[in-house]
């Protein structure tokens, strides 16, 4: 084997540990070949490669491919970055003809070809568990519609709702993320390949033809926006956090829950873990994670945006920064949601303690004075009438408050009976049965519209492994 080639001398200079980012960009290292096998393609059709030019350097993109694959290419700090280690392996493969592969290129724009063709393959992923959480809600939900439980608002007792309600009440949060995914995917698919270091570049470059053979919808209209701007990634950081956000609301219920205070879950083994010292202990570990990794999704945000508060156009090597917040957000959220999958398919719940906690009849209050508005009484009338009546005992109970409200003139008979209360709530978007079905039709329709967005990103994502295949023209 021939001795590796010296660094070319951008990159031989003092400080290059500090400088370095093979660590991390080394992620990036297929998108890199596959945007250079579009890019030589390119150079070919406009002239700048010969045909044979572009057989040797795609040839050579292809072998480093399978290189990187196999765990065999020889990575070298003293390269500095991703970029740098393919190209010189490239030539070390090829001959010179590899000077030839940076033509019209600069890494910046290289670069910031790579993060959009990477956020694009992250988006897939991350969706793809996002509609399994969500299929998992659906399915649960369909199972435990008509289970009674009490909804809170302030975490106090409010009125009654089905276990169904509520997992839809996180289903359409989810709901909202995906489609916010989708649009920072859309937004983000323009390739900013050809903008060169700043400016552009003097040879007769085609950007137009290298974006449509990379998926991308077209090229950036501005080269110096095109180098300099990272807002797909602060969206992408952003649509996480707050899908971090809301799978935090999950676990922190499904932790409450399945407290003995409350007591509507089982204390399975899914849940978590024991206790080192405490021998009773089962503690919901898998819920609190996935109320507690949140924080760190939200300071990968923080991050990126202060990197990028104040930088002057265009390049600056502060943009370096910007991909180990990105990395850390999208393995993070990746790994929270096939845990939270899993948790919800496990999730045990107690029948009897949800019964019992939506028997109390503070829960019935509301529609009370619903019937008494029925009768014609102003609902503020009502609303003082009722709320007296649950006044008057301590601790009120059916009877109780049956007898306080039979002095009033409200009608009780069947008002205090779960199943028949949640049947009264059939207004749109309701708990009500009849609501409810139209709920889950509404959910499924946006489930099979997320299945189609996911085909039609997987296809532009597929791209990049038949760019590296040797089956390609
Ligand atoms: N490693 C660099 C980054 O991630 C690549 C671009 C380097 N460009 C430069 N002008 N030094 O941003």
Redesign the pocket.
């Known amino acids: 084997m021939p001795d590796p080639l010296p660094p070319p001398a951008y990159v031989r200079v003092p400080h290059v540990d500090f400088l370095a980012?093979l660590g991390v960009?080394r992620t990036l290292a297929r998108v890199d070949l596959a945007g250079s096998v579009a890019h030589v393609e390119m150079l070919g059709r406009a002239g700048l490669l010969s045909a044979s030019e572009v057989g040797l350097l795609v040839q050579g993109l292809r072998q480093l491919a399978r290189e990187v694959a196999e765990g065999t290419f020889l990575w070298r700090g003293e390269l500095?970055?991703v970029?740098t280690n393919l190209e010189s392996r490239l030539t070390e493969l090829v001959g010179p003809t590899g000077g030839k592969l940076h033509t019209a290129r600069?890494?910046?724009d290289?670069?910031a070809l790579d993060e959009r063709l990477y956020l694009r393959s992250a988006i897939a992923e991350v969706a793809r568990r996002l509609l399994a959480l969500e299929e998992a809600l659906l399915a649960r939900a369909r199972s435990e519609a008509a289970t009674p439980m009490p909804g809170y608002t302030h975490l106090q007792r409010a009125q009654p709702v089905t276990v169904g309600h509520w997992l839809l009440a996180h289903f359409w949060r989810f709901d909202r993320d995906l489609d916010r995914l989708r649009a920072t995917a859309e937004r983000a698919n323009v390739s900013p390949l050809g903008a060169g270091?700043l400016a552009g570049s003097t040879l007769p470059i085609d950007p137009a033809s290298v974006a449509a053979r990379l998926g991308f919808d077209r090229a950036f209209e501005n080269s110096m926006d095109a180098v300099s701007d990272r807002d797909f990634f602060v969206e992408l950081l952003f649509d996480l956090s707050l899908l971090a956000v809301h799978l935090s609301t999950l676990g922190e219920e499904v932790v409450l829950f399945a407290t003995k205070e409350f007591g509507y879950l089982e204390r399975t083994a899914a849940l978590g873990s024991g206790s080192s010292l405490m021998p009773q202990k089962r503690n919901p570990d898998v819920a609190e994670l996935v109320r507690g990794k949140a924080g760190r999704v939200v300071g990968d945000l923080v991050s990126l945006l202060t990197t990028l508060k104040g930088l002057p156009l265009t390049?600056d090597?502060d943009?370096?920064e910007?991909?180990a917040p990105v990395l850390d957000a999208v393995a993070t959220v990746t790994a929270v949601l096939e845990a939270s999958v899993a948790l919800l398919r496990d999730l045990v719940f107690v029948p009897a303690r949800l019964s019992a906690a939506v028997a109390d009849p503070e829960l019935f209050a509301t529609d009370l004075a619903e019937r008494l508005v029925g009768q014609g009484v102003p609902f503020r009338t009502a609303h003082e009438t009722v709320g007296a009546a649950f006044a008057a005992g301590s601790v009120p109970t059916p009877t109780s408050i049956a007898a306080a409200l039979a002095r009033t003139g409200v009608p009780v008979e069947g008002a205090l009976d779960p199943e028949r209360a949640v049947a009264r709530r059939a207004s749109p978007g309701g708990p009500a049965p009849g609501a409810l079905a139209g709920q889950l039709t509404a959910a499924d329709g946006r489930v099979s519209s997320a299945h189609t967005f996911l085909s039609s990103l997987d296809r532009k994502v597929g791209l990049i492994e038949e760019l590296l295949s040797e089956e390609q023209r």
Request: glycine fraction near 0%; charged fraction near 40%.
């Open positions: 980012s960009d500095e970055d970029h600069s890494r910046n290289q670069v270091a390049y090597r943009l370096q910007d991909k």
